[in-house]
């Protein structure tokens, strides 16, 4: 299955194969105050079909994680990092389109300790 998701203004937008069986909710600092639901998937499997120049990053406390927001409207639609050597993509599924959000389990998870 390929999902089509995008920021709220469209200078990102991106596909991304896989299915979806869960998503996490994490309590981190930063989770906390976006509200992402976030699914994860190897970057590969994630493609971009706008810019990268409209991509902007934030990292925090370590700095591992890649948090990519729109500069334009603000919506961050996912985050990258490398994850046991291996490149991943953690998805805000709230950005894709013709999904049942209320379908799809979500899971805490304890970001706080990581
Ligand atoms: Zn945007």
Not at 79 to 93: D, F, L, R, S, T
């Amino acid at each position: 299955m390929v999902y089509q998701g995008s920021c709220h203004c469209g200078k990102i937008a991106l596909e991304v194969e896989g299915e979806i069986t869960e998503a996490m909710s994490c309590n981190c600092s930063i989770c906390s105050r976006k509200g992402s639901l976030l699914w994860f998937v190897p970057r590969e499997n994630l493609r971009l079909l706008t810019s990268e120049e409209d991509v902007g990053t934030y990292t925090f406390n370590k700095h591992f994680i890649r948090h990519h927001f729109c500069g334009t409207c603000g919506i961050h639609p996912y985050a990258e990092a490398v994850h046991k050597g291996k490149p991943m993509a953690a998805v805000n599924i709230r950005c894709l389109e013709g999904i049942d959000l209320a379908s799809i389990p979500v899971k805490n998870f304890d970001g706080r300790s990581i």
